[in-house]
């Protein structure tokens, strides 16, 4: 009988955030696949936690990757861990989880940070869509290609940044976006510094212009405006508060959700919807 794979979040800055759960995942399991062996390492040895580690990571996810899976089929169980935060979001852990997908493991998440999320959730701009970007690439064109292609997008939007190449990617963003576009950035969540900044983005490349950029930062961009076009009936409203709720929004936020983005009264719309 195949092992399980698990997934297990690590802390984005602060060691209190592991849960007892985590800990206890990795106590049984037969060994630890980790991106960074000596920053694993350090987890494990301020949990008391010792077991096999070996290196899974992006310039070996492939060989690696067949390797765990082998010793998967073969009966074991293994930890999958990255430096810090959630597994196979924005990470070739996706290419393992993939792998064992086609070949019948079982694959558990075991839950935990994902800055991301906590960015988004403290941002103070719209959170019931939303769409994770991660990285941007380095290469100019195609990163300017990629912006240009998110202008029309009105769902909240999340990105990564080093400190070293933000005041790049705020140009860049407000290029693309405008520098009336609302923008929270966040920076070294969850670690003493911690800082939660929301500005316009005119409003963020002047600020970064006279401050230098510290710590790892989750820039949450707020989405673009609805293109008033045709009107939106209250019908056609209600229509989307509906699929909303189908994908498994609450009513209520659905109706505000598309309140937002047609202009439609809230109360309205969800008095409507209820009726259906």
Request: glycine letters at 8%; aromatic letters at 6%.
């Amino acid at each position: 009988m195949a092992g399980i794979l698990y997934l297990v979040a690590t802390p984005i800055g602060n060691l209190g955030d592991f849960t007892p759960r985590a800990v206890e995942t990795l106590e049984n399991a037969d060994f630890i696949a980790a991106e960074d062996t000596r920053v694993s390492m350090k987890l494990l040895n301020h949990f008391g936690v010792k077991k096999p580690l070996i290196s899974y990571h992006e310039h070996n996810h492939v060989t690696a990757g067949q390797s765990v899976l082998n010793r998967l089929l073969a009966g074991e169980s293994c930890a999958l861990m990255t430096d810090a935060g959630t597994p196979a979001i924005s990470d070739p852990g996706e290419d393992l989880v993939r792998l064992c997908a086609e070949n019948g493991v079982e694959v558990r998440a075991i839950p935990g940070c994902c800055a991301a999320v906590n960015a988004l959730a403290v941002s103070g701009l719209p959170t019931g869509r939303f769409t994770f970007e991660g990285f941007l690439t380095v290469n100019k064109k195609s990163r300017r290609e990629h912006l240009n292609s998110l202008k029309d997008e009105t769902r909240t939007m999340i990105f990564h940044e080093a400190p070293h190449k933000l005041r790049t990617t705020l140009n860049d963003l407000m290029e693309a976006f405008g520098p009336d576009r609302r923008i929270s950035l966040c920076r070294e969540l969850t670690k003493l510094h911690e800082e939660v900044l929301r500005f316009t983005l005119a409003e963020a490349v002047a600020y970064y212009e006279e401050n230098a950029p510290k710590g790892e930062y989750v820039l949450v961009v707020a989405g673009a405006a609805p293109k008033t076009g045709a009107v939106v009936t209250l019908e056609d409203g209600v229509a989307q508060v509906l699929a909303l709720k189908e994908q498994g929004m609450r009513l209520k936020d659905a109706a505000k959700e598309v309140a937002e983005h047609t202009g439609l009264s809230k109360n309205e719309l969800y008095a409507a919807a209820l009726e259906r």
